[in-house]
């Protein structure tokens, strides 16, 4: 079992910053991948950003040049950085943590809205 803690969401201005962390503990396994998906009202998850234990990392189109995603292995903590962020991102977020088909929990989400 995994268990997934986020924290970091919030209401922020147009044009602004967060920062999400997600926290994993557990049975951690040392190949892994943490990624983050979003959902907004009406609408599918949908994967914003991907870490893998190698090192790599993708992004969703939209949310390319403006977000990153980074880990702390040490911590078992991936974060997700968001700058110049839109009413379009305005979504609950999700932690997500893979290392095989038995092993794919999901954190709670947390809550991002853009609004003045």
């Known amino acids: 079992q995994v268990q997934l803690v986020e924290s970091g969401g919030g209401l922020v201005q147009p044009g602004g910053s967060l920062r999400l962390s997600c926290t994993a503990s557990?049975?951690?396994?040392?190949?892994?991948?943490m990624d983050w998906y979003r959902q907004a009202p009406g609408k599918e998850r949908e994967l914003v950003a991907t870490s893998t234990t190698g090192g790599s990392t993708n992004y969703a189109d939209s949310v390319k040049g403006r977000f990153t995603i980074s880990r702390d292995s040490t911590k078992n903590t991936v974060y997700l950085q968001m700058n110049s962020l839109k009413p379009e991102d305005t979504a609950v977020y999700y932690c997500n943590y893979y290392s095989d088909p038995a092993n794919d929990y999901w954190g709670q989400g947390t809550q991002v809205t853009v609004s003045s």
């Open positions: 557990g049975s951690i396994f040392s190949i892994n991948t």
